[in-house]
């Protein structure tokens, strides 16, 4: 293993923090020589090794609302500001939400996300649509229930938690300084803001980000720190999906190393979280998804994303299985 990297991992190993200037020269040396990269994914695999175990977390989402958003995120199909083929439909009713858990239950998923689109739900019958789904997945499902409802107040905060809700889905989706390429219509502080008053209602935290929408391996590093800042839990990476109709329908692809250290950065940087690879895993791996958990993952999304396919569960489990992970 190179030797400036295998101190720094000995150093996270040992429970220090890796600072963002650190975090640079690491990628800095990745660019420059093959056994350093080799050497960075064996360094994030023994600190996930330490810190997470062999088992991975396997997570699913519902896309319980879908379309007509008020937001220009660029990367988004759901936005009402972009011209795309995505379906539109209403909030599904608490029955439909239940019948995807108790889905995601059987394929092994240990949290499930109820995700709408929109700036957040409305106070009134969507907001009890979902409290109920809620409900009656706390008592009929073995997982953890997840929610991804836009921008929270405390209010409806404290309600999930007395419905059962475990973790609140919030990305910062990519770092402060790069935010402005991405979204418009609302601000990176909002996102902040709803991440503390779901935290501070006692739900679990999961945020983390989009790569290969035009950031720099600085904001990359930013976006870590600005997650371990927050005492984030779970981190799902998301690698662009390039859809038609977005502003990033032309974006080029990340190299399958680049989605690699990506992982293996985030995990020097944010040791005991989750790191879940979600969306994008398909189209920006390939081949190479098994190797994910040798650079640091400890868990992955199955099923499918919210606005695409994902890979047939047996595929998934097949994947698991040669990469050594029990789930
Ligand atoms: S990412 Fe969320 S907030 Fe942004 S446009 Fe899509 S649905 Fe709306």
């Given at each position: 293993?190179?030797?400036s ?24 040396k ?5 056994s ?31 379309g ?5 995120c ?6 009402q ?35 709408t ?34 921008f ?33 219509t609302h ?13 501070q209602?006692?739900?679990r935290?999961?945020?983390g ?16 720190c ?42 020097y ?19 190479r ?39």
């Amino acid at each position: 293993m190179d030797n400036s990297i295998y101190q720094r991992t000995a150093a996270v190993l040992a429970g220090e923090s890796l600072t963002a200037e650190q975090a640079l020269s690491l990628i800095s040396k990745v660019k420059k020589n093959d056994s350093a990269l080799t050497a960075l994914h064996q360094g994030a695999e023994a600190i996930r090794q330490q810190f997470c175990g062999e088992q991975v977390e396997l997570c699913s989402i519902v896309n319980a609302k879908s379309g007509r958003c008020a937001e220009n995120c660029a990367f988004c199909a759901q936005s009402q500001h972009h011209q795309t083929t995505t379906p539109i439909y209403p909030l599904r009713q608490p029955h439909q939400l239940l019948e995807a858990a108790k889905r995601a239950e059987q394929s092994g998923a240990r949290c499930f996300s109820l995700v709408t689109s929109g700036t957040r739900v409305l106070p009134g019958e969507e907001t009890d649509i979902l409290l109920r789904a809620l409900e009656q997945i706390a008592t009929q499902c073995d997982l953890d229930p997840s929610v991804s409802l836009g921008f929270l107040d405390p209010q409806t905060a404290t309600r999930l938690v007395a419905a059962g809700c475990v973790t609140y889905h919030h990305n910062l989706e990519t770092a402060r300084s790069f935010f402005a390429n991405v979204c418009s219509t609302h601000s990176y502080h909002q996102a902040l803001d709803t991440l503390k008053i779901a935290q501070q209602a006692g739900l679990r935290l999961c945020s983390g980000g989009i790569f290969g929408m035009g950031e720099s391996w600085a904001q990359r590093i930013e976006l870590a720190c600005s997650l371990r800042e927050l005492n984030i839990d779970s981190v799902p990476i998301n690698f662009l999906t390039p859809i038609a109709g977005t502003p990033l329908e032309n974006q080029p692809a990340l190299s399958t190393d680049d989605c690699l250290t990506i992982i293996s950065l985030f995990r020097y940087l944010l040791p005991q979280a989750r790191i879940s690879v979600c969306g994008g895993r398909q189209y920006q791996l390939k081949a190479r998804q098994n190797e994910i958990f040798k650079a640091g993952a400890s868990g992955m999304m199955i099923g499918d994303f919210l606005t695409t396919s994902g890979s047939a569960l047996s595929l998934d489990h097949q994947l698991l299985q040669q990469a050594g992970m029990s789930w």
